[in-house]
Structures are given as structure tokens and as C-alpha cells.
């Protein structure tokens, strides 16, 4: 299985950077997510990686290293709207199951 | 757009009652899919592994005779909450997984409300 921790709350302010990470063990790594969820919506997904590196999607960013079990989302240029649970997820490489962490809660300041 | 489409959005029913929620892949063929529950200010709950012309595969303590799924085409998983108590009232989402580029999107979730 996975064991899965990210922080639980992080606020910024609107234009600034965070990042937001995610430390992971599991038995077996076939890529790890990051997703959006606004609140009473579905997740939506932002990213995916499975191989080390950083991987750049418009305003946001996903980074994975493998060997550390470790990955982050940043996201820069803070807006209002990007106020947000963050879900990291890492999947089974044998059933392809999607073990999510917590969530981090992030709120945007004027 | 919507890559996975889920429905109905919105549910209200009876206890005693079934629901059935459909979830459909609509640029993909997706061979698994799963479906999760959550609840407020909860993280996603995995409750069952969805496979294409086969059995699902329930997570522990999930009744499989109470949540019913059918994976009858390559793109169309279905839930049925059988008998349904208030208990059973919750945030349900279903994913699919595109083989071909390994990606897993969300479908828009169901949230039933149980009388």
C-alpha cells in the first residue's frame, strides 16, 4: 500500500508562489497525480509524473523524484479562484489504484 | 471539456430505494475504472476497482451487494446504491483510467442525498 502525507492548510497571497508538498511510501509506484477540488465539486486534474523531473503545465508546476518518494505542485501567480484543496495521489503499479493523501488546503489572500 | 461523464449530478430518493449512477469515458476507452465516496471535508474513499467484462473488486469493508457495479463496455461503469438508508448519503465519484497515456480523470461526482 501507500502512506501518503501532505501539509493540511497553507495560505498565500494573491500573486505570490507556493508550493506544496507531498512525501509518499509505497510497495509499488506507477506515477503520481495532483488534482484541484473545489469544494462540493469533483477533483480535476492538474498533473501527472512518472518519471523524475519537473513537469510544467501553464501556472503550475509538478516535480517528482523518485528515489526520495517525494514530489511538490507549485503554483505561482496566485489567483483568488486557485483557493483550493490539493490532493496528491500516487498509483499501484500492479492494480493501477489511486491512494490519495489528505488534501492541502489552500487559501488565497488579497 | 469533460473527458469522463458522470450523472445524474444531483440525487434525492427514498430509503428503502436503489440509484443508479452511470459513468462514461468519452474520448477513451477506459478498461478500469474505479469509484470512490467522500464525505465532507474528507479525503476520496476507494470503494471498488471497476473492470470491464469482469467482476469488480470491492476495497475491505464495502458490501458488494449493496453497491452493485456493471463495467459492461469499454466506456460505461455503472453504481447501483441498493436499498439505500440516509447513511448511504454522500459525494460519489467515479475516475477512468487512459491506458494509452496513463492519465486517471474524475468524472463530475454524484452527491445523493438519502430520506
Known amino acids: 500500500g501507500q502512506n501518503i502525507d501532505q501539509p493540511t492548510e497553507m495560505t498565500a497571497t494573491e500573486g505570490a508562489i507556493v508550493q506544496i508538498n507531498c512525501t509518499y511510501q509505497?510497495?509499488?509506484?506507477?506515477?503520481l497525480f495532483w488534482y484541484q477540488q473545489h469544494a462540493g465539486e469533483a477533483p480535476t486534474f492538474l498533473s501527472y509524473?512518472?518519471?523524475?523531473g519537473l513537469e510544467e503545465k501553464g501556472r503550475f508546476s509538478s516535480f517528482l523524484s523518485r528515489s526520495k518518494g517525494y514530489s511538490y505542485l507549485l503554483l505561482k501567480e496566485l489567483q483568488m479562484k486557485d483557493s483550493a484543496s490539493y490532493l496528491c495521489?500516487?498509483?499501484?503499479?500492479?492494480?493501477?489504484?489511486?491512494?490519495f493523501g489528505a488534501g492541502t488546503t489552500v487559501t488565497v489572500r488579497a | 471539456g469533460a473527458v469522463v461523464s458522470q450523472h445524474p449530478s444531483w440525487v434525492i430518493c427514498k430509503s428503502g430505494t436503489s440509484v443508479k449512477i452511470e459513468c462514461r469515458s468519452l474520448?477513451?476507452?477506459?478498461?478500469?475504472m474505479f469509484w470512490y465516496r467522500q464525505f465532507p471535508k474528507q479525503s476520496l474513499m476507494l470503494m471498488a476497482t471497476?473492470?470491464?467484462?469482469?467482476?469488480?473488486?470491492?476495497e475491505q469493508g464495502v458490501e458488494k451487494d449493496k453497491f452493485l457495479i456493471n463495467h459492461a463496455s469499454l466506456t460505461l461503469s455503472t453504481l447501483t446504491v441498493t436499498s439505500a438508508h440516509p447513511e448511504d448519503s454522500s459525494f460519489y465519484i467515479c475516475?477512468?483510467?487512459?491506458?494509452?497515456?496513463?492519465?486517471?480523470?474524475f468524472g463530475e461526482g454524484s452527491r445523493l442525498t438519502v430520506l
Open positions: 474520448d477513451f476507452q477506459a478498461t478500469t
Open positions: 509505497t510497495s509499488g509506484f506507477n506515477g
Open positions: 509524473n512518472v518519471l523524475d
Open positions: 495521489a500516487v498509483r499501484d503499479r500492479v492494480d493501477y489504484k489511486l491512494s
Open positions: 475516475s477512468a483510467h487512459n491506458r494509452n497515456t496513463g492519465e486517471l480523470f
Open positions: 471497476s473492470n470491464e467484462g469482469s467482476k469488480a473488486t470491492y
